[in-house]
């Protein structure tokens, strides 16, 4: 079973910046695609950003330019920089995994940006 563990979430006032962690274990692949999805209260979950297993990168137009997306295949890790942070990109943020073997969620980390 694959197992993604997210972390790096938290209070940061706007214009502050986070940095999220997405640990991967069990029976992941480097040959997964990886991404970054939100969700906040009473929304639905939305895509920010994914990964290949190449360093391929696309990212939604809203979060283009002040999200940055990478991975490092060698530890299963993904990670999204989050600069320039406003009130409204308050969610719950998940960590997915897309590969051969299936589709995989994190169970989330909470970033709150407060005015």
């Known amino acids: 079973q694959v197992q993604l563990v997210e972390s790096g979430g938290g209070l940061v006032q706007a214009g502050g910046s986070l940095r999220l962690s997405c640990a991967a274990s069990?029976?992941?692949?480097?040959?997964?695609?990886m991404g970054w999805y939100r969700q906040a209260p009473g929304k639905q979950r939305e895509l920010v950003a994914v990964?290949?297993?190449?360093?391929?990168?696309n990212y939604a137009d809203a979060w283009k330019g002040r999200f940055t997306i990478s991975r490092d295949n060698a530890k299963n890790t993904v990670y999204l920089q989050m600069n320039s942070l406003r009130p409204e990109d308050t969610a719950v943020y998940y960590c997915?995994?897309?590969?051969?073997?299936?589709?995989?969620w994190g169970k989330g980390t909470q970033v709150t940006v407060s005015s």
């Open positions: 990964i290949t297993s190449d360093g391929s990168t």
């Open positions: 069990g029976s992941i692949l480097r040959i997964n695609v």
């Open positions: 997915r995994s897309s590969g051969l073997g299936g589709v995989y």
